[in-house]
């Protein structure tokens, strides 16, 4: 009998085309994990003013992203499932599922059903834990195989901002940039979202949101779910494999969507007070994303890139996701095989 593994990202539109996008974004921004208000909010927001304006804009800058092997979301998706299969050998079936679109959560699970698994080790591709990701899959899973004659013995990997593979991947990848040429600052833009989906949690012990002390910084279980302090201790993490010092490097938060608070400081406000305190030459990380997709490679590979010139900066650098990087698909291997992290720790 065979184990199942269930590797899930976010999704992609089918194409770079407008219709593509839309029905992308309809799907994923009803989630009401991802624009977490009320239905009869929700709905006309996304139907009548987010898919139909945003569409277009967001359909060009897919249009950028995309290659000849179609979107690096999918692409690196494939690849990883393909590499991990290998590593894993015979007594496993591979599955990969979007939450979103294509190929659907559904038929990568009918495809574990068809293979005889016996139990299915989801893992989920956001290193962080947050309801509008790994919360969301976590929930569509379950819904989908409820209703099996075997219900499957299902497990998540829930969180692995602190696995040392993963970590050490991004530093690797940054340090063919850091000890090529020299850099004034290194910054680390990771996905936003809305602070009321951090306060929701209720994790109050670790939770101030403003401030530059806002989330506790080092790792205890109590803040583990706070994604605005797993960022940061992500971060912490990458900072001290590649020997930062604390002034050395920022932190924030990019993406925003609509005119509610987000989680700060926001990325754009950081690159324009580092330009004008005359910093010229940046190294950019986004670790929030195991795969290069539309928000590393066009929002901060080329958007963030133009505010910080525009602002008096020279150099912009983005590190590459781990895409296919042999330790991240080690590091996958240690996910489903449940093999311990070690918690590398953090001076106090
Ligand atoms: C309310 C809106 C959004 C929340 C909350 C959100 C959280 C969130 N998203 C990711 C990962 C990705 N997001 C991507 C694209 C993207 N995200 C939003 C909105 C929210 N995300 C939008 C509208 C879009 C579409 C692009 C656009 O129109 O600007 C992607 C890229 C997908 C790709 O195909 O390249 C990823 C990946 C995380 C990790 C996260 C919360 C932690
Ligand atoms: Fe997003
Ligand atoms: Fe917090």
Redesign the pocket.
Known sequence: MKKGVLLV?????DSPNTGDVRKY?RE??MDER??DIPFYKRWPLVNLIIAPF?GPK?AA?YKK?WTENG?P?LYYGLESQRLLQDKLGEGYHVALGMRYQNPTLKSALMELKRNAVTEIVVVPL?P?Y?S??TGSVTQKVMELVKGWQIVPDVSFVQHYHRHPLYIKTFADIGNKYLRAEKFDHVIFSF?G??ER?ILKAGIDSCCKLRGENGCVRKAYPRNTFC?RSACFETADLIAKELGLKDTDYSICFQ?R?GKDPWIQPYTEDTIIDLAKSGKKSVLAFSP??VSD???TTVEVGEEYKEIFEENGGEHWQLVESLNDHPMWIKCLEDLVKGNEAHVPELDA
Request: aromatic share 12%; with cysteine; proline share 6%.
């Open positions: 990202n976010l999704g992609t539109p974004l994923f921004l991802v624009i945003r967001s800058e992203v979107s979301l956001f962080q947050a509008a990701t996905h979202l809305p989906q994604y993406s969507l929030a994303f997709c539309l928000e």
